[in-house]
């Protein structure tokens, strides 16, 4: 369970009986909607405090819970805040509320979340909120909560119950090699134990044996394989756990988990447009996978690859990129360094335009994401086409 009924960001497919429930009930769901973001607007300067309340509430009445969440909760607190925040953010859109849930619900059933589990979860998290929003909780306020996060739970349920028919909670998989292509970036390939299906330009989430119940999210760097093989760009980041456990610690034969596939920066091989991809540093790792997969369907459409990085040796799956360049002339690969260039990736696409008519892909750090979507809006390019992981994801990616 990653938060209280764990909404930590993923994308997924609707299911259209509870998004006609939301819809149907739409008149409630927006005085609803008014009432929970004015909670949220008065804890938020004292968020720490309410996530740090909730817990403590959820371990002392469920004790039987504790097991299911990590050791160490600093991450898990920040989650919490970030999930309730996009939940207000899209409460009255209905598609991408209902999309978000359902991926979140499939996403528990790696911790070993049971449907009783959301009631308990439920009202701890109402009763951390009445806490501490003394100026906007009212009955009318725990009413509006009560409703929502009953609705939100039950998409939840019933998206993991529909997932337990055709997947695991989680698959097994074995490292077969682990090739440390910089002092912090290391590239592993694992051997699931059952076939792995996902596409090109997802991403999972990955525990390994040295951080029990701890998932950090990482991109598929290849596209899927006829010998069912996967390939994980990793960076060790400062006070990662993970990162730095699957960096420096982590060897051939060791065993680690995976979650379910989640992500929509996929390709639509119906189209005959140009992509733009934009990778810095372990981002390159989805964009090689699309360029990967796309050379895989035959298609000849242009394809115009960005390799930031920050200085020569950052460029450590340029080799790949190259041969694939060499195959397949219709990829065109542009390194990119800041101290050569003196520009950052989003400026030399600002320079390189116009990119009308082509699709978008961005990966890597947040500011990065943030800063080339704002270039692309600004040189014209529709929302539409512009494809990305999601930003509040992909900051705690590398822990």
């Known amino acids: 369970m990653d938060a209280p009924a764990a909404m930590s960001g993923e994308n997924g497919t609707r299911g259209d009986g509870q998004g006609r429930r939301l ?9 609803d909607a008014l009432l929970i973001r004015r909670t949220l607007t008065e804890i938020a300067p004292v968020a720490d405090k309410v996530t740090s309340y909730f817990y403590a509430l959820l371990f002392v009445r469920h004790p039987e819970l504790r097991s299911l969440f990590p050791p160490a909760m600093d991450t898990q607190r920040d989650r919490l805040l970030r999930a309730l925040l996009t939940a207000a953010e899209h409460i009255d859109n209905t598609p991408v509320l209902v999309d978000y849930l359902r991926n979140l619900g499939r996403g528990h059933r790696k911790y070993g979340t049971l449907d009783e589990h959301y009631p308990a979860v439920g009202a701890c998290l109402i009763g951390a909120l009445s806490a501490y929003a003394v100026h906007t909780w009212t009955p009318q306020t725990e009413e509006a909560w009560s409703r929502v996060y009953a609705t939100l739970s039950q998409v939840m349920i019933s998206a993991a119950a529909e997932d337990a028919v055709a997947a695991p909670p989680w698959w097994g998989a074995e490292i077969v090699a682990h090739d440390l292509r910089t002092p912090d970036v290391a ?5 699931p134990d059952q076939p792995y299906p996902f596409r090109a330009g997802q991403y999972t989430s990955v525990e390994t044996p040295w951080w029990p119940r701890v998932w950090r999210h990482y991109s598929f760097a290849s596209a899927p394989r006829a010998d069912g093989l996967l390939t994980f760009h990793v960076r060790a980041v400062p006070a990662g756990w993970v990162s730095n456990a699957l960096v420096h610690r982590a060897r051939p034969g060791d065993a680690v988990r995976l979650g379910p596939p989640v992500g929509s920066m996929t390709v639509d091989h119906t189209g005959e447009g140009g992509l733009l991809c934009l990778g810095g540093g372990t981002g390159i790792a989805p964009i ?9 369907h035959g298609a000849r459409r242009s394809v115009e690859v960005f390799y930031g990085a920050r200085a020569d040796h950052d460029l450590y799956d340029m080799d790949t990129l190259l041969r694939l360049r060499a195959s397949h002339p219709w990829i065109s690969v542009h390194p990119v360094i800041d101290w050569q260039d003196r520009r950052r990736l989003p400026d030399v696409i ?4 116009p990119w009308h008519g082509y699709d978008a892909y961005l990966a890597g750090p947040p500011g990065m994401i ?3 979507v704002a270039v692309l809006r600004a040189l014209g390019v529709p929302d539409v086409r512009i494809r990305h992981d ?10």
């Open 187 to 191: 590239v592993l390939t694992l051997r």
């Open 23 to 31: 819809v149907e009930s739409a008149e409630t769901t927006s005085l």
């Open 370 to 372: 943030c800063g080339g």
């Open 288 to 296: 090689r996978a699309l360029v990967e997969e796309i050379a895989g």
């Open 350 to 353: 600002r320079a390189g335009g």
């Open 390 to 399: 999601p930003v509040e994801e992909m900051t705690v990616a590398g822990f």
